[in-house]
């Protein structure tokens, strides 16, 4: 998952600074406000004469500062701010759907209820629901990988403490002497 951080290191010996939400390569690409919340996009350099005509800034396809990818990368703070005050003027759903009716990779920053509300989240069935000891039926964050050939699901909650002392002290070696023993030192 580190991608260009790791080859930074690997080939250059660099160790890069954190670089937030912003992307070391390719730009202008990250979170950026809109009228109502937060947006993630992604456009390509193939992508930035077609964003900057979207966003109806036509003049930052023009502007010598943002001609290649490296002048956008030396002037990231200034595009950036350009970008983000145009996205501004609109809500997320007005960005989202433009821009990935023409292939732009575009994207609602969620919070944490909206996440778990989302159809896709719901049909990947990101959160299971187990029975507690403690809580009844509670739901937890599934497992975030499937596999066709090794199904995995939760079967139950993580066990209160010491509810499956019983059973596991046997199976390190410990006899039924002995856990009591330990029980009446309040050990276990």
């Known amino acids: 998952m580190l991608d260009f951080q790791a080859a930074r290191w690997l080939v250059d010996g660099e160790v890069p600074g954190p670089a937030g939400n912003d992307h070391p390569t390719t730009l202008p690409m990250g979170c950026f406000d809109t009228a109502d919340k937060p947006i993630n996009v992604a456009p390509l350099p193939q992508h930035f004469e077609t964003f900057c005509q979207l966003i109806e800034r036509p003049d ?112 390190l070696g410990y006899d039924r002497g002995r856990i009591a023993q330990l029980r009446n030192q309040d050990i276990i």
């Not at 701010?81 to 759903?93: F, H, I, M, P, Y």
């Open 60 to 171: 930052l396809y023009d502007d010598p500062n943002y001609a290649t990818i490296r002048n956008r990368s030396d002037n990231r703070e200034k595009l950036n701010q350009e970008v983000g005050q145009a996205l501004a003027s609109q809500n997320s759903e007005h960005w989202i759907e433009l821009f990935n009716d023409v292939g732009i990779p575009c994207g609602p920053v969620n919070q944490i209820d909206e996440v778990f509300d989302d159809p896709k989240v719901k049909h990947l069935g990101m959160a299971a629901t187990v029975a507690s000891g403690a809580l009844g039926n509670i739901d937890l964050v599934a497992q975030p990988m499937t596999l066709s050939r090794s199904q995995n699901s939760l079967v139950r909650a993580t066990p209160e403490r010491g509810e499956n002392t019983d059973e596991i002290l046997p199976e």
